[in-house]
């Protein structure tokens, strides 16, 4: 099992970047694959990217393509999501996920596809 802080929200102006930060501990961060997700109230928890324990490969939500990156670096058991021109539907808490790596047959893009959660850390974005 493995402890999840995040860090880096805040409120900014659409077009603005943030960068997001989620330190683990108590786990060996290099074997668990990472991902990011986000809710709103009254929607269900959206997957925004995902990234294998070796940072090899990384999966997007169609809605972040090109926008948003996703990146690791295990020496440091840190995980990050850059997320550049934010725009008003960006606005959510996200949440930093954790579950022990293996072969990715498909991507893993639901919730429950992961075993442990940090407490959140709310971006808002103003238009």
């Known amino acids: 099992q493995v402890q999840l802080v995040e860090s880096g929200g805040g409120m900014v102006e659409a077009g603005s970047s943030l960068r997001l930060s989620c330190v683990a501990s108590?786990?060996?961060?290099?074997?668990?694959?990472m991902a990011w997700f986000r809710q709103t109230p009254g929607k269900e928890q959206e997957f925004v990217a995902g990234?294998?324990?070796?940072?090899?490969?990384?999966e997007y939500a169609d809605a972040v393509k090109g926008r948003f990156t996703i990146s690791r670096e295990n020496a440091k058991n840190t995980a990050f999501l850059q997320m550049n021109n934010l725009k008003p539907d960006d606005t959510s808490i996200y949440y930093c996920?954790?579950?022990?790596?293996?072969?990715?047959?498909?991507?893993?893009?639901?919730?429950?596809?992961?075993?442990?959660w940090g407490q959140g850390t709310q971006v808002t974005v103003s238009s």
């Open positions: 996920a954790a579950r022990l790596d293996r072969i990715w047959v498909e991507p893993p893009i639901r919730p429950v596809d992961y075993s442990d």
């Open positions: 108590k786990g060996i961060f290099s074997n668990y694959a």
């Open positions: 990234i294998k324990r070796s940072g090899a490969y990384k």
